[in-house]
Nanobody, 127 residues
Framework: QVQLVESGGGSVQAGGSLRLACAAF????????MAWFRQAPGKEREGVAA???????SYADSVKGRFTISKDNAKNTVYLQMNSLKPEDTAMYYC?????????????????????WGQGTQVTVSS
């Protein structure tokens, strides 16, 4: 039984930082692609960042240079460090896992149909 548990969300002022964590249980964590998605009210879910089994990363254009995804295989945990936060980053953030990261391996577009999802953690950025 695959289980993903997120933590680290909260409220912060614009320009601030937060670090999200996602602990994974029940599968061979190191061989999977791990990703972070977000969904704001009234908007579609967006792939924010992904890291594959080799540690290669991909980011949505909206967060490049501000967010960093990383993982600790010994702890079965993936992190999302979010800096220079903006009000438009406000959303529910979800951790996801699957065997593959991308719908297009040339552009490294994060696939939307990951098989395993966490329960989500809220991030609110005030101006």
């Amino acid at each position: 039984q695959v289980q993903l548990v997120e933590s680290g969300g909260g409220s912060v002022q614009a320009g601030g930082s937060l670090r999200l964590a996602c602990a994974a249980f029940g599968y061979t964590y190191s061989s999977y692609c791990m990703a972070w998605f977000r969904q704001a009210p009234g908007k579609e879910r967006e792939g924010v960042a992904a890291i594959d089994s080799d540690g290669r990363t991909s980011y949505a254009d909206s967060v490049k240079g501000r967010f960093t995804i990383s993982k600790d295989n010994a702890k079965n945990t993936v992190y999302l460090q979010m800096n220079s936060l903006k009000p438009e980053d406000t959303a529910m953030y979800y951790c996801a896992a699957d065997a593959a990261c991308y719908s297009d391996y040339v552009t490294r577009s994060i696939r939307p149909d990951f098989g395993y999802w966490g329960q989500g953690t809220q991030v609110t950025v005030s101006s």
